[in-house]
């Protein structure tokens, strides 16, 4: 094998080895924070700690982060990803107009997680919510 022909095979298999390497960096990967988790119950705290203030924020849960809204004794609890899908700030609950509010840039969102007011044109993702013993536990819809 002639010298230059050497340099030519080491050179193409080392941009074939690279590829991989360069593929992985260059693509942008968004995903589920554990798609282990969806479609299984999974705790994200307590019915006191539920019952204390009427919701309970879990950001590190399993399924990602929660806002559960409602108290043990509310036979509908209401829960979703607490980040707005505008621009990513956490949205809050408004008892009093039965809504999520982004103090942000003020979109709406309505207990279901569908969007009432915009910037936000995407809904918050919902999730069903129960009581099980002392536990709050919630699955993906």
């Known amino acids: 094998m002639k010298r230059r022909d050497f340099i030519n095979w080491v ?10 390497v360069a593929i992985a960096a260059c693509t942008s990967q968004t995903t589920a924070p554990t798609s282990s988790a969806s479609g299984v119950w999974q705790t994200v705290g307590t019915s006191g700690e539920l019952d204390k203030n009427g ?6 849960s399993p399924v990602g982060p929660v806002l559960v809204v409602g108290t043990s004794k509310t036979a509908n609890l209401i829960a979703v ?3 707005c899908t ?5 949205v809050t609950w408004k008892a009093e107009a039965k ?3 982004c103090p942000c840039h003020k979109s709406e969102f309505g207990a279901d997680g569908k969007v009432q007011k915009g910037p936000a044109t995407e809904p918050l993702k919902t999730y069903v919510a129960k009581i099980e013993g002392n ?3 919630v699955k993906p819809t």
């Open 81 to 83: 990803n607490p980040t």
């Open 11 to 20: 050179g193409l298999g080392w941009i074939a080895s690279s590829l991989p």
């Open 99 to 101: 809504k999520f509010a």
């Open 86 to 90: 505008h621009k990513g700030c956490t």
């Open 55 to 60: 919701q309970l924020i879990a950001n590190n």
């Open 135 to 137: 536990s709050v536990v």
